[in-house]
Structures are given as structure tokens and as C-alpha cells.
């Protein structure tokens, strides 16, 4: 499975941004898919997570009510809203998805933040 973030950039804090992520697969495939980011000099941290299963999404602490999780089966895209962006929200963020137990993840997208 490919994946390849986009939508990322510079923005304000307090702006928003919208991420995309567009697998090689179709989503319907998958049994899990979310977001991470890796900010420098931190280890990755997982953002998001979406069970399919279950139909429901997961958000670290920090970013829960800030975030938001979607899908659209039509464009077979994933994304990730996100809103009132803080400066430490900078990082470059990844989407990933797990098919049969396997997890994929592609290249990443940048976000910056500034204060």
C-alpha cells in the first residue's frame, strides 16, 4: 500500500489546515487508518486513529476537539481537520493504515505553526 500526505504548509497560530492522504488501496481494505506526526527532535506520536470496525476515532489528548478525522469513500481519501493550530502542533505528519495486520505508512506532509 502507498501513501502520500498532503496539505500541509505554514499557517498562523490559531489558523487551520486540512490533510489528505490518498492510498494506493482502496480504503474499504483497511481495518485501521489514522495520523501521526513527528515534530524535530521527538519520537512520532500517533494523532488519530480511526477503527473501522468500530467506526469511531481516537485523538491524543492534546489535540481532541482541535482535530477531526474523515473519510470519503467516493474520492477514496482520508483526512485530517485541523483547527485552532498551536505552535506545537509543528511537525511533519503521516498518514498510515493497517491492512491484514500489517501497517503501512508513506511520506509526510510539513506543518508549521508559527506564534
Known amino acids: 500500500v502507498q501513501l502520500q500526505a498532503s496539505g500541509g504548509g505554514l499557517v498562523q497560530e490559531g489558523g487551520s489546515l486540512r490533510l489528505s492522504c490518498a492510498p494506493s488501496e482502496s480504503i474499504f481494505s483497511f481495518d485501521v487508518m489514522g495520523w501521526c506526526r513527528q515534530a524535530p527532535g521527538k519520537q512520532r506520536e500517533v494523532v488519530a486513529v480511526?477503527?473501522?470496525?468500530?467506526?469511531?476515532?481516537d485523538y491524543a489528548d492534546d489535540v481532541k476537539g482541535r482535530f477531526s478525522f474523515s473519510t470519503d469513500g467516493a474520492k477514496n481519501t482520508v483526512y485530517l481537520k485541523m483547527n485552532r493550530l498551536k505552535p506545537e502542533d509543528t511537525a511533519v505528519y503521516y498518514c498510515?493504515?493497517?491492512?491484514?495486520?500489517?501497517?503501512?505508512w508513506g511520506q509526510g506532509t510539513e506543518v508549521t505553526v508559527s506564534s
Open positions: 480511526f477503527s473501522v470496525s468500530g467506526g469511531t476515532a
Open positions: 498510515n493504515v493497517q491492512q491484514r495486520r500489517r501497517n503501512y
